[in-house]
């Protein structure tokens, strides 16, 4: 088994965080799979961790990962 679960994130310019369980159901909710980003989620937050947690998570990942990037 895992030590982590990947979830698909996407990122506004206002913070906010919108995450998928994967690419297809992001793309049939009208979402260009071009812009998510794969999030290694460690499987103990995954499975016993709230919601906000796991956007928290995703959220400073990507804001981590997008300063190192040099993306916005």
């Not at 982590?4 to 009208?30: C, H, M, N, Q, W």
């Not at 709230?50 to 995703?58: A, C, G, L, N, P």
Request: proline share 3%; no cysteine.
């Amino acid at each position: 088994m895992a030590d982590t679960t990947a979830l698909y994130a996407l990122r506004f310019p206002d913070g906010s965080v919108s995450l998928y369980i994967d690419e297809l159901y992001a793309k049939d909710r009208g979402i260009d799979s071009s812009k998510l980003v794969r999030v290694e989620i460690p499987r103990t937050m995954f499975i016993s961790g709230s919601v906000q947690e796991v956007r928290e998570y995703v959220a400073q990942y990507l804001e981590t990962h997008q300063s190192q990037t040099g993306t916005a």
